[in-house]
């Protein structure tokens, strides 16, 4: 009896650790094999995604110009306490770095910074370096002042001193309007010059406007897809598709064609005596939430038909069973079970219309722009990467905040699919 | 068997057709009593209208032709959700997205029942299916057998004229499907439900009915006690349908009051119990269970006795199957309590067997 005893303890636990490495072991080469698969997704992601998106939100805050070109300055300056001149220091480093930076456009990369602080800056340093002597008798404090009387004035030195760290918040500043003052408080840009929140709030209420339409519009055609006879409903999920296979730029631009005075719909409505006189449709908002919705309808109809097709229709038999009207039964027992859906198809089409550049920019007018029209204008046409990836970062962290947002309301209703 | 309580049936089908594309009827004039606190099965393979008939007295499908009554209405034309019908649907159809509580207030909600005496009733109900310490759980942290119960519940807790059930232990294992089968029995017993089930499965149609409707093609074949059904089935479908039969074919040789003489195979002959459309000279298929088949010493003195060939033994646990060869029929089947059988038979072997008159009932050819 005992020695069954015993051996039974032994094979009870002795084995135990002996499992527990083979089955680690087991494990072990699954999770290589898996890892080897997804390996190539990995690495594209990381290329082509979160290397690019890294460094799109450094650039919102990077400020390497000057203590690039100009190491020794941007040391010294940091030091000085921003009253009256630096001392001859300063002068002097800067003068030696500004004739250095002559070679190599590193004149061009901090004229472009400093004119940002103050925008004759450039014609100041290029007409410092052309007055610039090799060697200097006098101190070069005296120099410069010489050769230009501004450089006797705080405020310029205090501009390069706001350039000299490695970060800044300019950029992120005045995308919310905001800058900071001759003392380095945050205030409100003047009234006149206030633009990015303006912008931001049409971004929100163009994508929240265009989220709904598609709801409201695509709700129905996904419900009428999914409890029609599959041929059918394969047949019209193809004309849902349709539209993907024309370019989004063709697309916009037949909208144009159709909704422009002399167009089709505007033709239509005189002829049919709705209105005497052609009404403007586009390059407007009413041609933005055409345009998009038009774009965008896809996006919703496809996650809500995908979550309608899974709920069985004896659902709703059996809350009219139950002695629910049938519009009742719908409301209570068939729109919560495809509340999964609306929350992807809503995100899904919400998070694509914030970016919306291409549509908004050809059948919109000026006050119909999107932060992405200003992303683009700051990137293509005045070359700054600071301005544009700060809007750049902040449409995105709305949007993740949205998301998160969003995601809660939706969890909290606990959405259980059957 | 139960007989209804009132004079009048509580549920009454009469001359009711179902097309659903014009050309075929899913359902044929059907005609149907049912008496309050009955509980009815209607059995069939899939396809003979056994589901377009419940679908019809709940509301969902509509009768090309005929009239439907529930107690003194007309149901035609009423909209489901006023009909005061209970369902049980097949996969339960529990609301995923509320609590098993929720659930049984909804038919209480839809009625406008006062929130205290609803809370009463769903109380009570929890109480009858022993759900309680379950009221806040979602349907789908519930195992089968518990969503079972609740949609039951659900479908009671509202105290319906009349409970419809479409095959709702389908998607239970034989054990449980079992165990449910007499919970719901003991439930219609002691609650006085009238019940309409739906089910293709005999044996769940035979425990807990007090009547069946046995349909094929759209025409109910026979309406009966489980008992009458199982021992005079009407036709040949009825009788293959339920539980397992021995088929030989034969011709009816004379007809004596509500037996016949069959003469089969080679110069065989019997006399067996008869279906009443049968005539003397017209072909017949005979029909017997394999468990009234005596074997060996046991078939002596019965009236008609044969030798047959012994096929196969098939060993089922509390019993024996034999596969045996009888006029032309290797199909032929004997069922044997374990006990019972003579150690010294082998395949090969030329048996005995035998049957009473009543045992074997002359059927339609068909």
């Known amino acids: ?418 | 068997m139960q007989t209804g309580t009132a004079n009048e049936p509580l549920v009454r089908f009469t001359g009711v057709q179902k097309t659903y594309d014009g050309e075929t009827l899913v359902v044929k004039d059907l005609n149907l009593d049912i008496q309050k606190g009955e509980f009815v099965t209607l059995l069939g393979p899939s396809g003979s209208g056994k589901t377009t008939c419940l679908m019809m007295l709940a509301g969902f499908e509509t009768p090309t032709s005929g009239d439907i009554f529930l107690g003194e209405q007309r149901l035609n034309t009423l909209p489901p959700h006023k009909r005061n019908i209970g369902m049980v649907f097949q996969n339960y159809a529990l609301f995923p997205h509320m609590t098993v509580e929720e659930n049984l207030f909804y038919p209480l909600k839809t009625r406008k029942v006062p929130k205290a005496e609803a809370r009463a009733k769903v109380d009570k109900i929890l109480q009858t299916i022993k759900l309680e310490s379950f009221a806040k759980r979602r349907p789908t942290q519930l195992s089968g057998g518990q969503q079972q119960r609740v949609a039951l519940a659900r479908a009671l807790v509202f105290e319906p004229q009349l409970v419809l059930m479409d095959e709702p232990l389908g998607a239970l294992d034989k054990q449980l499907r079992e165990h449910m089968q007499l919970e719901i029995k003991h439930l219609h017993e002691n609650l006085g439900l009238t019940v309409v089930f739906v089910t293709h499965d005999q044996s769940e149609a035979l425990t807990m009915s007090d009547r069946v409707a046995v349909f094929n093609d759209g025409v109910i074949q026979q309406i009966d006690s489980p008992q009458a059904l199982y021992e005079y089935p009407a036709n040949s479908f009825v009788a293959q349908f339920i539980g397992e039969n021995n088929t030989l074919m034969g011709q009816v040789n004379a007809i004596d009051g509500d037996f016949c003489r069959v003469s089969f195979g080679d110069g065989l002959g019997t006399r067996a119990s008869r279906s009443q459309a049968l005539t003397t000279g017209v072909p017949t298929r005979l029909s017997i269970r394999p468990e009234r088949i005596r074997l060996n010493g046991s078939s002596e003195g019965l009236p008609n006795r044969f030798k047959a060939k012994l096929h196969e033994f098939i060993y089922l646990g509390d019993h024996l199957r034999l596969r045996c060869e009888l006029a032309g029929n290797d199909q032929f089947y004997v069922k044997v309590p374990v006990s019972e059988l003579c150690p010294s038979l082998s395949v090969g072997d030329h048996i005995d067997i035998g049957w009473r008159d009543e045992d074997v009932r002359a059927l339609d050819a068909s």
Not at chain 1, 16 to 34: D, H, M, S, Y
Not at chain 1, 41 to 48: G, W, Y
Not at chain 1, 69 to 95: H, K, N, R
Not at chain 1, 317 to 327: K, N, Q, T, W, Y
């Open chain 1, 1 to 418: 009896m005992t020695s069954i005893a015993a051996t039974q303890t032994a094979a009870g636990t002795q084995p135990v650790t002996g499992l527990k490495a083979q089955l680690r072991r087991a494990e072990r080469l699954k999770k290589i094999k898996a890892m080897l698969l997804v390996a190539p997704l990995a690495l594209f992601l990381i290329i082509a995604f979160v290397l690019p998106i890294s460094s799109m939100l450094w650039r919102s805050i990077d400020n390497t110009e000057v203590s690039q070109v100009m190491p020794q300055t941007a040391t010294l300056i940091q030091q000085w306490d921003g009253s009256g001149l630096p001392d001859e220091a300063v002068f002097a480093a800067f003068a030696a770095e500004l004739r250095d930076s002559r070679s190599g456009g590193g004149l061009g990369r901090i004229g472009r910074r400093l004119n940002y602080e103050d925008p004759t800056f450039r014609s100041l340093l290029t007409r410092t370096l052309r007055g610039l002597p090799a060697s200097t008798e006098l101190s070069w404090t005296e120099e410069l002042i010489s050769i230009d009387p501004r450089w006797n004035d705080t405020a310029t030195w205090q501009a390069i001193q706001r350039t000299a760290p490695l970060t800044t918040d300019r950029y992120l500043l005045a995308s919310l309007d905001l800058e900071r003052n001759a003392e380095g408080q945050i205030v409100k840009v003047a009234e006149n010059q206030q633009l990015y929140i303006q912008v931001f709030k049409r971004t929100l209420i163009i994508a929240g406007g265009v989220t709904l339409i598609c709801l409201f519009l695509g709700f129905p055609l996904a419900y009428l897809l999914a409890t029609l006879p599959t041929s059918t409903s394969n047949l019209l999920l193809i004309c849902v598709l349709l539209p993907f296979w024309t370019s989004l730029l063709v697309r916009t631009a037949a909208w144009i064609v159709l909704l422009q005075s002399g167009g089709l719909v505007n033709a239509g409505l005189m002829w049919t005596g709705l209105i005497d006189s052609p009404i403007q449709l586009v390059f407007n908002r009413i041609g933005v939430f055409f345009a998009m919705v038009h774009v965008l309808l896809p996006f919703m109809i496809l996650p809500l038909y995908s979550v309608m097709k899974g709920v069985s229709p004896s659902y709703q038999r059996a809350a009219v069973s139950l002695g629910a009207h049938p519009f009742a039964a719908f409301w209570q027992v068939y729109v919560p079970q495809t509340l999964s859906g609306i929350a992807a198809g809503t995100i899904l089409v919400f998070i694509m219309a914030l970016g919306y550049y291409i549509t908004p920019a050809l059948v919109g007018g000026p006050s119909d722009q999107m932060v992405s029209y200003y992303v683009a204008y700051y990137t293509n046409t005045t070359n700054n990467w600071g301005m544009a990836a700060a809007l750049g970062a902040l449409l995105l962290i709305v949007t993740l905040l949205l998301y998160m947002v969003y995601h809660k309301l939706v969890n909290q209703k606990q959405l259980v699919r059957s």
